[in-house]
């Protein structure tokens, strides 16, 4: 059986203001937003979507909350960009806390991360394929 990823889900206080937070730092556009704000998806080939905290936890039982003065949790999202200096400077812009500054990899890749309102970790690197 083969099976694919469908999606990246962050949970968040307030779904309809983190999906205008990465329209602002990262120029990503809104999908659909369902009714009572419940749900915010965001377009793209793996799609992006914001459920508020209080919807999730009616259905799962607990889990970390990402905020912005704790330490991030173990995952990041990763945000391409052919000019990787610019698309920081505006997320940091935008409110994004700066984490690592742009730097390049041995691999040629530059990269650099911020962590978004909540507190997420957010790579934004230039487009890289494995060899």
Excluded at 56 to 75: D, I, M, S, T, Y
Excluded at 86 to 95: E, I, K, N, S
Aim: charged letters at 25%; glycine letters at 10%; aromatic letters at 12%.
């Amino acid at each position: 059986m083969k099976t694919g990823l469908g999606g990246v889900i962050v949970y968040v206080p307030d779904a309809v203001e983190a999906a205008a937070f990465y329209e602002r730092a990262f120029g990503f556009e809104r999908k659909f937003v369902a009714d009572g704000n419940d749900y915010c998806e965001m377009q793209g080939d793996v799609p992006l979507g914001f459920v508020r905290e209080e919807f999730v936890q009616q259905h799962l039982p607990e889990f970390v909350k990402n905020r912005p003065g704790a330490r991030p949790a173990g995952f990041e999202i990763i945000v391409t960009s052919k000019d990787v200096d610019a698309a920081f400077a505006r997320a940091v812009q935008a409110g994004a806390a700066p984490v690592a500054e742009p730097h390049d990899m041995p691999w040629g890749q530059r990269v650099s991360y911020v962590r978004d309102l909540n507190g997420v970790l957010v790579e934004i690197c230039s487009p890289w394929s494995a060899p």
